[in-house]
Every structure is written in structure tokens, then in C-alpha cells.
């Protein structure tokens, strides 16, 4: 559509031109000298048998037909969709963000699916990757819109916080921040309780005495300034947590299944439960830089689809197994309940990734607490590792006030995740785009309200 535009403004340029000496002289022929030797641009453009006028004039207006006739593409995300070369592909793009939802938290399913049933549980879980989906794409026409309104907008969009300020402002910025920080504060606290909890089926401690003594360990690993290392040894992390998935079902499995100990639906406890599912799925602020690593960024929703389905079918049959094989009084933590030597070995595995993976994961929060305190280049080490501490000893403190894992998840992915996912999205596409629908426009809406009352709801319970 440009090369067309930039066709049809040449014309009008010319069109406008004083005419040249050679012009003057095809202008003073006769008009029947001038009609006897057609042009050959007229001949070439001519599409019928009928005679075609050969003035400059209709030289010009056979040239304007030709522009007209250009195919026309839709441009509206080409700018912010453009090919990357060397970029990851679509099965690696589908990998990251499978790896994005799949993580520790998936040993609470067991959990959730125990506590409001395995109907009802399977029903959400799927219209929560279905909702994941809309609310992806109302993030992908926010930055397509914010994109064409202004090209420079690109680097900023490919952030999950800079796609906010682009769309709803410096507010919305902040917001956002906010509510990663809340979530990553959050995790940081569930990781400590999974640690802990499966240590104590280990060795003689309790819980909160394993919290603190782990708290220095992730102290220092929180003064981490160069990831390089870490990074290394967390690529083993999806192994662990596949495996640790592996010797869960294979263990439940001998242990027999009792489904009439599980209820279809339970709606009393759906609040608590719902934010597990909310921390697996929504994990949205993770999506915009995955599709802008990718070499065909037009790609990522589709690679998103395959991979919200693929954990989808996965989560639902880990859960509704984990959760009739032990029964309601399944743990938040469901590995705690294997025993054995080769599950102690499973168990020391994920807490060694766990614990690898916290610097990475915190790193983010970090990033959040040096930019308020207007950058790490400009505070003194000591404040900077102070600051750092200060996170992890809050977020041991959390951990020991809330010693539930699932109900940390449930806090954690009610309340920030639901934000993130369910109320941001709507909110970046309502102020960007003018031409949405009266329907959609009150889906949003419902969307939006719906996110504030599972957050509501999360705190409560």
C-alpha cells in the first residue's frame, strides 16, 4: 500500500509540473498529428479494443488506473509483525510459552481439582486458556493500533509494561509494574514454602524452621548481579519438573483411584482454588517479549493456541489424577506425599531448580525496585544489595505467615495474575481502538469487571 501511495503522490507532482520544451512541442502538433501516434504507455495500460485518448492528461489517468489496480494488503500489523531474521521459530516460540504456564505451580493442581471438583475444575481451566487467548489478541491489537499510530512504539511494545504506556499511559505503566512486582514478591514466597515443605519430608525440621534456614541461602543468590551461570543450570528445570510430574502420577496411580471421594463440582471453595489455574494460565506479561524474539512474530498466536491446549489436556489429567488417587486431603504440594528413596531424589531435583531459578525470576523485581530508585548505576552497592535482602526477608516472612502453598498461588494468581490477564488487556484495547463493536465492547467490560471479583474474591477467601 505505501509503494501505491508513493505512486500516487508522484503523479500528482508531475501532474503539477510546468510542462518541459519537449512537452510544448508534442503540444504545438496538431491534435490529429498527436492522436495519429498512440503512446505506448496507453497501448501497454489499454485493456479493451476501444480507442484510448494520448494526451499527457490521459497518460496520467492511465497511470492512476494502474496504481488503483495494485493488489492492496492490510498493513496494520505489518510494522509491528515484520520478520526477524534469526529469530526463534513457531515450535520454539510454543515451547516458551509452555514453559511460561508449566512450572512448580502445577503440584498444587491436585489441590485445586480436590477442592472444587473435577468437572467444574476441567470446565474452568479450559475457558480460562479460551479467555487467555481473546485477552492475548486484545493485546496484539492494542500494539498493532499504538504501532501504527507512531512506529517508534515498537521497542516499547515489546514489553508487557511499555505495550501498557503506549496504550494507557504513564498510569497504566505503573500500574503494571505494580502488579508484576506483587507477583514476583509472591512467587518468591510460594517458592520458599515449596522448598521448605518438601524438605520436611526429608529431613527432621519443620517447615518454618527450613524457611529460615534457607532465607541466607536465597539472600545470597539475590546478590547475583551477572546470571550467566544460573541461567546454565535452570535449563534443567522443565526436566525436573516433567520428571517430578512422572513420578506423581506414576506413585498416585498404584495407590488406586477413588473418584466418589472427589466431588463433580464444589462452588463454596472456587475463590481459593481458581487462583492456581490463574497462576498457571496467566502468565500474559510474559508474551510480549517471546513474540518479539520470534523470526515471524504473525505466528505467535498460533503458537499460542497449540500451547495453552497442550497445558491444558496436561494440567487437567495431572489434577484429576493427583487429586482421586490422594483423596480431599491431597497436600498443596502433592510430591510431599510420596515417600521412597527415588521420590526423595525427585523432591531434592526441584528444590535445586527452584532455588536456581528464584535469581532469575527475581531478577525482575529487582530491575523494578533500582528503576524507582532511579537506577542501579546510580546507588551504592550496599544499597542495592540492602534493598535485595530486604525483598527476601519479606517474602520469608510471608512464607511462614502463609504457609500454604496453594493458598499462596491462589493469592498470588488471583489477585496479580487476574490483574495482568483479565483486566489490563481489555483496558489497553478500549483505549486504543475506536471502531469496537457494541457487543465485544460489553464483553470487555464483563471481562474487566469479572478479574476485579476474582481478585476480590481471592483476597477474601
Given at each position: 500500500m505505501q509503494s501505491a501511495i508513493s505512486a500516487h503522490q508522484t503523479l500528482r507532482v508531475v501532474a503539477r509540473r510546468p510542462a518541459s520544451n519537449t512537452t510544448r512541442a508534442v503540444?504545438?502538433?496538431?491534435?490529429?498529428?498527436?492522436?495519429?501516434?498512440?503512446?505506448?504507455?496507453?497501448?501497454?495500460?489499454?485493456?479493451?479494443?476501444?480507442?484510448?485518448?494520448?494526451?499527457?492528461?490521459?497518460?496520467?489517468?492511465?497511470?492512476?488506473?494502474r496504481v488503483k489496480s495494485v493488489p492492496r494488503f492490510d498493513t496494520t500489523c505489518n510494522a509491528a509483525t515484520a520478520t526477524n531474521p534469526g529469530g526463534i521459530s513457531e515450535s520454539a516460540a510454543m515451547a516458551n510459552v509452555i514453559k511460561s504456564i508449566m512450572g512448580a505451580g502445577c503440584f498444587a493442581l491436585p489441590w485445586a481439582f480436590a477442592k472444587t471438583g473435577t468437572v467444574f475444575t476441567t470446565g474452568y481451566m479450559i475457558l480460562a486458556a479460551l479467555q487467555c487467548l481473546y485477552c492475548l489478541k486484545c493485546m496484539q491489537r492494542a500494539r498493532d493500533i499504538v504501532v501504527e499510530k507512531d512506529p517508534?512504539?515498537?521497542?516499547?511494545?515489546?514489553?508487557?509494561?511499555g505495550l501498557a504506556i503506549a496504550s494507557i499511559g504513564p498510569i497504566g505503566g505503573n500500574l503494571t509494574q505494580l502488579m508484576v512486582f506483587v507477583c514476583i514478591f509472591g512467587i518468591?514466597?510460594?517458592?520458599?514454602?515449596?522448598?521448605?515443605?518438601?524438605?520436611?519430608?526429608?529431613?527432621?525440621?519443620?517447615?518454618?524452621?527450613?524457611?529460615?534456614?534457607?532465607?541466607?541461602?536465597?539472600?545470597?543468590?539475590?546478590w547475583l548481579r551477572s546470571l550467566a551461570g544460573v541461567s546454565i543450570i535452570s535449563i534443567f528445570g522443565n526436566v525436573s519438573v516433567v520428571l517430578g510430574m512422572f513420578a506423581v502420577l506414576v506413585y498416585a496411580s498404584q495407590l488406586?483411584?477413588?473418584?466418589?471421594?472427589?466431588?463433580?463440582?464444589?462452588?463454596?471453595?472456587?475463590?481459593?482454588?481458581?487462583?492456581?489455574?490463574?497462576?498457571?494460565?496467566?502468565?500474559?506479561?510474559?508474551?510480549?517479549?517471546?513474540?518479539?524474539?520470534?523470526?515471524?512474530?504473525?505466528?505467535?498466536?498460533?503458537?499460542?493456541?497449540?500451547?495453552?491446549a497442550v497445558s491444558t489436556v496436561i494440567s487437567?489429567?495431572?489434577?484429576?489424577?493427583?487429586?482421586?488417587?490422594?483423596?480431599?486431603?491431597?497436600?498443596?504440594?502433592?510430591?510431599?506425599?510420596?515417600?521412597?528413596?527415588?521420590?526423595?531424589?525427585v523432591k531434592l531435583l526441584l528444590c535445586v531448580n527452584l532455588?536456581?531459578?528464584?535469581?532469575?525470576?527475581?531478577?525482575?523485581?529487582?530491575?523494578?525496585?533500582?528503576?524507582?530508585?532511579?537506577?542501579?548505576?546510580?546507588?551504592?552497592?550496599?544499597?542495592?544489595?540492602?534493598?535485595?535482602?530486604?525483598f527476601v526477608v519479606a517474602a520469608a516472612t510471608s512464607a511462614i505467615?502463609?504457609?500454604?502453598?496453594?493458598?499462596?498461588?491462589?493469592?498470588?494468581?488471583?489477585?496479580?495474575?487476574?490483574?495482568?490477564?483479565?483486566?489490563?488487556?481489555?483496558?489497553?484495547?478500549?483505549c486504543t481502538a475506536k471502531d469496537i463493536s457494541l457487543p465485544e465492547k460489553l464483553y470487555l467490560y464483563a471481562t474487566i469487571i469479572a478479574g476485579v471479583a476474582i481478585a476480590g474474591g481471592s483476597i477474601v477467601s
Open positions: 503540444a504545438a502538433k496538431p491534435l490529429s498529428a498527436r492522436r495519429a501516434a498512440p503512446s505506448r504507455l496507453a497501448a501497454r495500460v489499454s485493456q479493451s479494443t476501444v480507442a484510448q485518448p494520448i494526451g499527457l492528461g490521459s497518460q496520467i489517468c492511465a497511470l492512476r488506473k517508534k512504539n515498537i521497542e516499547l511494545t515489546k514489553s508487557y509494561a518468591a514466597a510460594a517458592y520458599l514454602v515449596f522448598i521448605a515443605s518438601t524438605l520436611a519430608t526429608i529431613v527432621p525440621y519443620s517447615q518454618n524452621d527450613l524457611i529460615m534456614a534457607i532465607t541466607p541461602v536465597m539472600v545470597a543468590l539475590s488406586g483411584f477413588n473418584w466418589a471421594a472427589i466431588p463433580a463440582m464444589n462452588l463454596a471453595t472456587f475463590p481459593a482454588a481458581f487462583g492456581s489455574v490463574a497462576f498457571l494460565f496467566f502468565v500474559h506479561f510474559t508474551m510480549p517479549p517471546i513474540e518479539s524474539s520470534m523470526e515471524e512474530p504473525k505466528e505467535f498466536f498460533g503458537a499460542s493456541a497449540k500451547a495453552f487437567s489429567i495431572f489434577g484429576i489424577i493427583g487429586a482421586v488417587c490422594f483423596g480431599p486431603s491431597v497436600s498443596s504440594v502433592v510430591i510431599t506425599m510420596m515417600s521412597g528413596t527415588p521420590a526423595a531424589a532455588l536456581c531459578t528464584f535469581p532469575i525470576v527475581a531478577a525482575g523485581a529487582f530491575q523494578i525496585i533500582e528503576k524507582v530508585m532511579g537506577g542501579a548505576e546510580n546507588m551504592a552497592a550496599p544499597l542495592i544489595y540492602g534493598l535485595r535482602s530486604l505467615a502463609i504457609p500454604s502453598f496453594g493458598k499462596l498461588l491462589g493469592l498470588v494468581g488471583g489477585v496479580s495474575c487476574t490483574a495482568l490477564t483479565l483486566c489490563f488487556p481489555p483496558v489497553m484495547l478500549l
